[in-house]
């Protein structure tokens, strides 16, 4: 579920972009380090929900947010724009980001907090509240770092070669040029 709900989200673009313009190794474990927090303090949370409010309220609830989801991405994946849309959006934000730290912060902190902050309210991070709230808290914790992890490191790599192949084709337009 993880995975589903990774792919071609704010956090999937981040982890692209920021590969794009950073070393690898330390977007993804700038990256991978808040996802992997994020889902041990979600699935903390779906654990003490049933002992908050009734297992069958939670039981309710979570079939809701599952609903939500899926009518959720099915609305993204119909609707003008979507990926590319949300591309341009991250694209902006990490932009501005830039140019107010003048390039002064980590790429590893920098990693960390946009992807930290991205993900709340998340889809993932509400499946993962909804599942750990029905199933095995550990086993939601290792899905989800595995799903994160795989989506993760496939933006971080699919962004350092898109990369490069867009520097190749700048520096052969440039050198056509001339």
């Known amino acids: 579920m993880t995975v589903l709900s990774e792919i071609g989200d704010k956090t999937f673009f981040a ?29 903390v949370v779906g654990w003490a929900a049933p002992n908050l409010i009734s297992r069958k309220l939670t039981h309710h609830i979570t079939t ?53 902050f991205g993900e709340w309210g998340d889809k993932s991070q509400l499946a993962t509240i909804g599942l750990a709230a029905d199933e095995n808290p550990f086993g939601v914790v290792l899905g989800g770092i595995i799903g994160q992890a795989l989506c993760t490191t496939a933006a971080v790599i699919g962004g350092k070669s898109l990369a490069s192949q867009i520097s190749e084709k700048i520096g052969l337009k440039a050198d056509s040029v001339n």
């Not at 982890?15 to 699935?43: D, N």
């Not at 341009?88 to 980001?97: C, G, I, M």
């Open 64 to 116: 809701v947010l599952f609903f939500g989801f899926g009518l959720w991405s099915l609305w993204d994946a119909f609707s003008d724009g979507g990926e590319a849309e949300e591309f341009e959006e991250v694209e902006k934000k990490l932009d501005a980001d830039f140019k107010a730290n003048a390039g002064a912060t980590k790429e590893g902190s920098k990693a960390f907090s946009i992807t930290f």
């Open 15 to 43: 982890a692209a972009i920021l590969a794009m313009r950073h070393p690898r190794r330390l977007v993804l474990s700038g990256c991978l380090g808040a996802l992997i927090v994020m889902t041990i303090l979600s699935a």
